[in-house]
């Protein structure tokens, strides 16, 4: 299974980005897909969450209303994206799977995907 992660750029304060999760080996129409963030000296926190046919979506308090998530299982690749960035969103993301179908109090806790990608750097410039 893996995971690639791309879209990630510099990008002024109030701009957009759009990040992507191509898996292979791994069906995205299952399971739950999680897109994280790891800022540099924070830990790494949960961002959005995808689960199964994409009825079930999470996202943090702090990106509520500017991010959304989306799946398009043809192309097995899930979507992040992001409106009205912040500098505080500055972070390198990444996306991860499982093909479990967490419930939403388990979305956002890393130790329940299985597989991860390598990350892509968002920076944004205030």
């Known amino acids: 299974v893996q995971l690639q992660a791309s879209g990630g750029g510099l990008v002024q304060t109030g701009g957009s980005l759009r990040l992507s999760c191509l898996a292979s080996?791994?069906?995205?129409?299952?399971?739950?897909i999680g897109w994280f963030r790891q800022a540099p000296g924070k830990e790494r926190e949960g961002v959005s969450c995808?689960?199964?046919?994409?009825?079930?979506?999470k996202f943090a308090q702090s990106v509520r209303g500017r991010f959304t998530i989306s799946r398009d299982n043809a192309k097995n690749t899930v979507y992040l994206q992001m409106n009205s960035l912040k500098p505080e969103d500055t972070a390198v993301y990444f996306c991860a799977a499982t093909r479990r179908g967490l419930i939403s109090s388990t979305m956002f806790d890393s130790s329940n995907y299985d597989y991860w990608g390598q990350g892509t750097q968002v920076t944004v410039s205030s």
């Open positions: 995808i689960r199964n046919n994409g009825s079930n979506t």
């Open positions: 080996g791994f069906t995205l129409g299952y399971g739950t």
